[in-house]
T-cell receptor
Framework: NAGVMQNPRHLVRRRGQEARLRCSPM?????VYWYRQLPEEGLKFMVY????????ESGMPKERFSAEFPKEGPSILRIQQVVRGDSAAYFC??????????????FGPGTRLTVL | QQQVKQSPQSLIVQKGGISIINCAYE??????FPWYQQFPGKGPALLIA?????SEKKEGRFTISFNKSAKQFSLHIMDSQPGDSATYFC????????????FGKGTHLIIQP
């Protein structure tokens, strides 16, 4: 069983460019979460999606950031016009069933974004 | 406002000893409390998790103790091994774990041989 897959693993962008981060959940999982980790910090929740729906985006910056989880294909976290402060590790997690008695989230290896 | 406070920030334990990491939370709506282990350059891996209807859960060398009235929970690693050296994060969420996780800032654990 493949785990959560993320690509690219490393991404370098210049200020003002766009960054697209992809996440394929574990097989059978239909719930995806995105988190951001700054150096020497814990992970910060950004957004929670189900197929074709954004459930909770309370952790997403209001501008430049967007996320989607289409019916087919991976979930995408998109950052427009990147700035140096966007440099971080971005992790995706997936879970099997929201609202279950014990909803475990399994994390991918992350995408490390560097903005020059 | 930090909703989950984790301590200590770093911890050094001798091989074979007990490692103890503590967390405290503020949001009484939290009802799911997992611990994650992270190695450098890797994603967090779920270690063990607990719900507030039990006060303790044990899996192998890892034990979570939970005190609902004090809003505190802790991770105990028995017979600590050098391979346990990693960063440990406590987390909490509501909705039975369905909601996004709120993480502590992490504890860098070093097990000395």
């Amino acid at each position: 069983n493949a785990g959560v897959m993320q690509n690219p693993r490393h991404l370098v962008r210049r200020r003002g460019q766009e960054a697209r981060l992809r996440c394929s959940p574990m097989k059978g999982h239909s719930h995806v979460y995105w988190y951001r980790q700054l150096p020497e910090e814990g992970l910060k929740f950004m957004v929670y999606l189900q197929k074709e729906n954004i459930i909770d985006e309370s952790g997403m910056p209001k501008e430049r950031f967007s996320a989607e989880f289409p019916k087919e294909g991976p979930s995408i976290l998109r950052i427009q016009q990147v700035v140096r402060g966007d440099s971080a590790a971005y992790f995706c997690a997936s879970s099997l069933l929201a609202g279950a008695s014990y909803n475990e989230q399994f994390f991918g290896p992350g995408t490390r974004l560097t903005v020059l | 406002q930090q909703q989950v406070k984790q301590s200590p920030q770093s911890l050094i334990v001798q091989k074979g000893g007990i490692s103890i990491i503590n967390c405290a939370y503020e949001n009484t709506a939290f009802d799911y409390f997992p611990w994650y282990q992270q190695f450098p350059g890797k994603g967090p891996a779920l270690l063990i998790a607990i719900r507030p209807d039990v006060s303790e859960k044990k899996e192998g060398r890892f034990t979570i103790s939970f005190n609902k009235s004090a809003k505190q929970f802790s991770l105990h690693i028995m017979d600590s091994q050098p391979g346990d050296s990693a960063t440990y994060f406590c987390a909490a969420s509501s909705g039975g774990g369905a909601d996004g996780l709120t993480f502590g800032k992490g504890t860098h654990l070093i097990i000395q041989p």
